[in-house]
């Protein structure tokens, strides 16, 4: 079973998307226009004869082995990777180059459709408009802001899922604050 380039480049024609294949390194080659990121390129390789899938994006930053906040970079990436479903972070120490991937051994299954494109948005999603805002900021501050994001989708997710619990929470929490507060004599 396993995968193999012309399969992922059918996925991708179903898209509409532009890409190159280079079959002597059993990849695919695109990219998509960003708002964090201004080339954003994507890698689908495939290793060990189909059973291993990545997909990647490399260089999303660069400068970061002279970078003077390097350590707040690399641990902001770290904690983005324990924050997100499926999104990892790789360094290259020789030459300073950092990649987004998503990647997992396929061994006797099929990629599907489905799959490749979940993984597809989530990384596009996850580097351009998580990642990216949130390194951007660390790069010129030395200071984790932190996933607003996240909570904020957190709380959508609570107001779906249970109309009128926010507006509960809410009140439970100025309760809260009364009583552990004393009025003014």
Same mark, same amino acid.
Request: glycine share 6%; with cysteine; proline share 5%.
């Given at each position: 079973?396993?995968?193999?380039?012309?399969?992922?480049?059918?996925?991708?024609?179903?898209? $509409?998307?532009?890409?190159?294949?280079?079959?002597?390194?059993?990849?695919?080659?695109? $990219?998509?226009? +960003?708002?964090?990121?201004?080339?954003?390129?994507?890698?689908?390789?495939?290793?060990?004869?189909?059973?291993?899938?990545?997909?990647?994006?490399?260089?999303? *930053?660069?400068?970061?082995?002279?970078?003077?906040?390097?350590?707040?970079?690399?641990?902001?990436?770290?904690?983005?990777?324990?924050?997100?479903?499926?999104?990892?972070?790789?360094?290259?120490?020789?030459?300073?180059?950092?990649?987004?991937?998503?990647?997992?051994?396929?061994?006797? +299954?099929?990629?599907?459709?489905?799959?490749?494109?979940?993984?597809?948005? $989530?990384?596009?999603?996850?580097?351009?408009?998580?990642?990216?805002?949130?390194?951007?900021?660390?790069?010129?501050?030395?200071?984790?802001?932190?996933?607003?994001?996240?909570?904020?989708?957190?709380?959508?997710?609570?107001?779906?899922?249970?109309?009128?619990?926010?507006?509960? *929470?809410?009140? +439970?929490?100025?309760?809260?604050?009364?009583?552990?507060?004393?009025?003014?004599?």
């Amino acid at each position: 079973m396993a995968a193999n380039v012309q399969q992922i480049a059918t996925y991708l024609d179903k898209l $509409g998307w532009d890409y190159r294949i280079e079959d002597e390194d059993d990849r695919i080659v695109t $990219g998509v226009e +960003a708002e964090n990121l201004e080339d954003f390129v994507i890698v689908v390789q495939l290793d060990e004869d189909g059973r291993f899938f990545r997909l990647f994006a490399p260089h999303v *930053l660069s400068g970061l082995p002279e970078h003077p906040y390097k350590a707040a970079i690399l641990q902001t990436m770290l904690a983005i990777s324990w924050e997100t479903k499926m999104l990892q972070w790789e360094y290259d120490p020789s030459d300073g180059e950092i990649r987004a991937i998503i990647e997992f051994p396929l061994e006797d +299954a099929n990629l599907t459709e489905k799959q490749f494109n979940r993984c597809l948005s $989530g990384l596009i999603q996850l580097v351009d408009s998580v990642a990216m805002p949130r390194l951007q900021e660390v790069m010129k501050t030395g200071k984790d802001p932190g996933n607003v994001e996240l909570g904020e989708r957190m709380l959508l997710s609570i107001q779906e899922q249970a109309p009128g619990l926010l507006d509960l *929470l809410e009140k +439970a929490m100025e309760a809260r604050k009364r009583r552990g507060s004393f009025p003014n004599e």
